[in-house]
């Protein structure tokens, strides 16, 4: 069985005999849809929509039918992201209007909100400690602790020089993965409490959705470059360094082109300034001619590096811990059925496709 929401409709496939997926559900919505969640336990099916509506329908048995059970009024604009959560009876919400709020699906009543400071871009929630995680389009992640009608802002973190563009939670290892328009995957050790963030390093376009497998932990990030990344996280990753900050390269100690005194002492002409990916320190383009991927700093394409550190990489350390796929579409969203093994990705050519993962997810 697929579900998809596409301008406004909502539609509902289901496996025939044949092999093929057939539409089951036809259903027209009264504004164009935005974001979904589906909960197959109880068949619920949380729809948001562009008018700021929050539709929730209970499908049947046989996915042939479709019976409404409430609209929320929660948001003032376009609906970014919604969650509904079996175990709290919560259904929690993002919008353009910058808010984020959270409703009681029993009652329908309005539990609480919090003002972000940007527009969200992504949502994820863990039942145990009851914490929110917010990623929007500045770049900020921020956690919220949920009770029945207040919350607590915890902290909020920056990792990425573009907008988060996805969110995945990790509740066993307790380490939350963002996805960020500039191109990169961050995993943020939350659990650890040491403030640990490794950055990933795989994609040419913005990272669009993200999923995790936690029985094979193998994180699974879609991108706008067509490309399914699976990444080994069963491997003991290392922090990317701090770039160094230096009037001169560290290496060979030249002066770089804003070292306007060295420059004249030594009567030589200024370089341009670089930084080594493995060590961070500040070195000219002769003393980082050489280029490596680094794996375990999740750099696995090439990327500058210093010549001593090149020299100290081991083929061993250079083996990669990521696998490439190419989708053929822009991928915006993406779901993993763990059980199956099954991908499943929706692009911006409104075509969904089904891909065994089992060579690769196992």
Request: contains cysteine; charged residues 20%.
């Amino acid at each position: 069985m697929k579900i998809a929401v596409l301008a406004r409709t909502v539609r509902v496939w289901l496996k025939r005999d044949s092999g093929q997926y057939w539409p089951s559900i036809y259903h027209a919505m009264p504004s164009p849809c935005s974001c979904m969640s589906f909960n197959p336990e109880t068949r619920r099916l949380s729809i948001g929509l562009d008018n700021g509506t929050i539709s929730e329908f209970i499908l049947s048995e046989d996915y042939n039918k479709m019976t409404p059970v409430k609209n929320y009024q929660a948001h003032q604009s376009r609906v970014t992201m919604v969650l509904f959560v079996l175990e709290l009876e919560w259904v929690l919400s993002t919008g353009q209007d910058k808010q984020f709020a959270w409703h009681c699906s029993e009652s329908g009543q309005r539990l609480g909100g919090y003002r972000t400071s940007a527009v969200a871009s992504g949502l994820q929630f863990d039942v145990e400690s009851r914490h929110v995680f917010i990623g929007d389009h500045s770049g900020q992640v921020t956690i919220l602790k949920l009770e029945q009608e207040n919350c607590t802002l915890l902290t909020s973190f920056r990792g990425h020089t573009g907008g988060v563009t996805a969110l995945c939670w990790d509740p066993v290892q307790r380490v939350l993965f963002s996805g960020s328009s500039d191109h990169s995957v961050i995993m943020w050790d939350i659990g650890g409490r040491k403030g640990t963030a490794i950055e990933l390093q795989g994609h040419n376009d913005k990272v669009q959705a993200l999923s995790y497998a936690q029985h094979t932990r193998q994180l699974i990030s879609c991108g706008g470059d067509g490309g399914i990344v699976v990444w080994n996280m069963d491997v003991e990753r290392q922090e990317t360094p701090e770039w160094l900050d230096s009037d001169s390269c560290q290496k060979c100690d030249q002066p770089f082109f804003w070292n306007f005194k060295q420059m004249w002492d030594s009567k030589k002409i200024g370089l341009r300034q670089h930084h080594c990916r493995k060590c961070g320190k500040a070195v000219c383009g002769k003393c980082s001619s050489k280029r490596s991927s680094i794996p375990l700093m999740g750099f696995e394409f090439e990327v500058r590096v210093c010549d001593s550190c090149h020299e100290a990489i081991t083929d061993e350390e250079r083996a990669p811990t990521a696998t490439f796929h190419d989708s053929k579409h822009n991928i915006v969203h993406v779901h993993f059925d763990a059980t199956r093994g099954w991908l499943l990705t929706a692009g911006t050519d409104k075509v969904i496709k089904l891909w065994d993962m089992t060579p690769v997810v196992s």
